[in-house]
Each structure stands twice: as structure tokens, then as C-alpha cells.
């Protein structure tokens, strides 16, 4: 379970980013977070995966108490999650495989492991024919199901999305909903972050709007809100 309790965030420079929030996502769900450019949610995303610590309030993942986590322990929770970048993220000078593989030997996981899972996650994703090529010979939609790979590399119970479909077109938009909502049917909590208008009509899951750093909607069913 994920839960927000009176949570603030203030940058350094003053701005207010977040401004007492409180949500609750179970184990399970899927969820997506809209608002408009600046709304707060990349705030958000950032505070679930420890890139940012938040000013006030507390947030919880998984029995993981983000608010008094120490950083050494911070490696140990970003195990629980998988992230999936606008942005791709991917290791240029590395292979498909490798660049899934790697994210499990930077847990130490044994090879053997490694051999067995990483064949596993390409075909999840309709890659397996595509395991030895760079991401440079890869359309914008295959890194993009690359990086979805990679963020289940180690099993998480939680996957973020971060605009997952901002950089490829609207049919492979479509594919990759349709992967995130396969593997939400494998009882993980999936959160996706996103502008799309119409995945979100279309998927009709549960919608958390964010305006001016405040939860303003939380609805089930699409509707998305017009004013974002």
C-alpha cells in the first residue's frame, strides 16, 4: 500500500510544489496521476522514488517509511519499485539484454538467475528477437517496452511510469498501456504519470488530479478532467 499523509514539498528556491496531500493506493491498483504542466506531479514521482525527501507530512510504500528513511536504506526500498522514464534511460554502449541484466547484477543477483529471468522479461515485452541490438537500432516504442523490461527486472511489487508514452506515437502509446495493464493483472500496483487525454478515457482506471500541488479529483473510470 502507498499512502500520503499531509504531505508538503518546498524547494529551495521557495516554490511550493505540494501542498497537503493525502491518498491512499492498495496493493493492486492502477492508477493514473494527470495535472497540467507544473500541477506537482513529477513532485510526486520524485518523493516515491527518493530522488526528492519531502518537507512535511509522511509517505509510506510498501511498509517503507519514506519520511525517516536513512539514505543507506534507500537502495534497499528502490528494490520494492520499478521506474519506467519518459526518457528511455537506456545504456547506449549496451545490448537489450544488458541493459535489462544489468539492472539485476546491481543487486547482485547470481548469473544463473540472470540467464533464466532476462529472456523471461524481453518476451513479456515482444522483444526477444531484439535482445542483441543497441538501443540505437531500436524504434522509440521498442526502448520504451525495453525500459518496461528493465523496471521489472527485480520483481517489484510497485511500477512507475513516468509519461511512459510521451515520446512514441499514439498506436504504440496503445501497446504500451496494454502491457502496463497486463502486468497490473499480475497483482502489481501500477501508477502511471501522464498528459493523454484519451488513454485515460479510453482505460477507464482510477484518475488522481493535481492542481497547484493539491489533489483536486479522485475518481474511478477515466474522466478525465477537461480543465487539465
Same mark, same amino acid.
Given at each position: 500500500?502507498?499512502?500520503?499523509?499531509?504531505?508538503?514539498?518546498?524547494?529551495?528556491?521557495?516554490?511550493?510544489?505540494?501542498?497537503?496531500?493525502?491518498?491512499?493506493?492498495?496493493?493492486?491498483?492502477?492508477?493514473? =496521476? *494527470? /495535472?497540467?504542466?507544473?500541477?506537482?506531479?513529477?513532485?510526486?514521482?520524485? !518523493?516515491?522514488?527518493? %530522488?526528492?525527501?519531502?518537507?512535511?507530512?509522511?509517505?509510506?510504500?510498501?511498509?517503507?517509511?519514506?519520511?525517516?528513511?536513512?539514505?543507506?536504506?534507500?537502495?534497499?526500498?528502490?528494490?520494492?519499485?520499478?521506474?519506467?522514464?519518459?526518457?528511455?534511460?537506456?545504456?547506449?554502449?549496451?545490448?537489450?539484454?544488458?541493459?535489462?541484466?544489468?539492472?539485476?547484477?546491481?543487486?547482485?543477483?547470481?548469473?544463473?538467475?540472470?540467464?533464466?529471468?532476462?529472456?523471461?522479461?524481453?518476451? =513479456? *515485452? /515482444?522483444?526477444?528477437?531484439?535482445?542483441?541490438?543497441?538501443?540505437?537500432? !531500436?524504434?522509440?516504442? %521498442?526502448?520504451?517496452?525495453?525500459?518496461?523490461?528493465?523496471?521489472?527486472?527485480?520483481?517489484?511489487?510497485?511500477?512507475?511510469?513516468?509519461?511512459?508514452?510521451?515520446?512514441?506515437?499514439?498506436?504504440?502509446?496503445?501497446?504500451?498501456?496494454?502491457?502496463?495493464?497486463?502486468?497490473?493483472?499480475?497483482?502489481?500496483?501500477?501508477?502511471?504519470?501522464?498528459?493523454?487525454?484519451?488513454?485515460?478515457?479510453?482505460?477507464?482506471?482510477?484518475?488522481?488530479?493535481?492542481?497547484?500541488?493539491?489533489? *483536486? /479529483?479522485?475518481?474511478?473510470?477515466?474522466?478525465?478532467?477537461?480543465?487539465?
Amino acid at each position: 500500500m502507498i499512502e500520503f499523509k499531509d504531505v508538503t514539498k518546498v524547494y529551495p528556491n521557495g516554490t511550493e510544489a505540494l501542498n497537503g496531500v493525502n491518498l491512499t493506493i492498495n496493493d493492486g491498483e492502477f492508477v493514473f =496521476i *494527470v /495535472g497540467a504542466s507544473g500541477a506537482g506531479k513529477s513532485t510526486m514521482t520524485k !518523493l516515491l522514488t527518493r %530522488e526528492e525527501k519531502l518537507t512535511g507530512g509522511s509517505i509510506t510504500v510498501n511498509n517503507f517509511d519514506l519520511s525517516k528513511m536513512p539514505d543507506r536504506k534507500v537502495p534497499y526500498y528502490r528494490r520494492q519499485i520499478g521506474v519506467v522514464f519518459q526518457d528511455f534511460r537506456l545504456l547506449d554502449d549496451m545490448t537489450v539484454y544488458e541493459n535489462v541484466a544489468f539492472a539485476m547484477q546491481i543487486i547482485g543477483e547470481s548469473d544463473k538467475t540472470i540467464k533464466r529471468r532476462v529472456p523471461s522479461l524481453l518476451s =513479456i *515485452v /515482444g522483444l526477444q528477437d531484439k535482445a542483441s541490438c543497441f538501443p540505437s537500432q !531500436l524504434s522509440g516504442g %521498442e526502448q520504451q517496452r525495453v525500459a518496461l523490461a528493465r523496471a521489472l527486472a527485480n520483481n517489484p511489487k510497485t511500477i512507475i511510469a513516468d509519461e511512459p508514452t510521451g515520446n512514441i506515437d499514439p498506436k504504440l502509446s496503445m501497446e504500451i498501456m496494454n502491457l502496463l495493464i497486463k502486468i497490473n493483472g499480475k497483482n502489481r500496483t501500477v501508477i502511471v504519470v501522464t498528459h493523454e487525454k484519451d488513454l485515460v478515457d479510453y482505460f477507464r482506471k482510477r484518475v488522481i488530479t493535481i492542481e497547484h500541488g493539491v489533489v *483536486v /479529483g479522485d475518481r474511478e473510470g477515466g474522466m478525465f478532467d477537461e480543465k487539465v
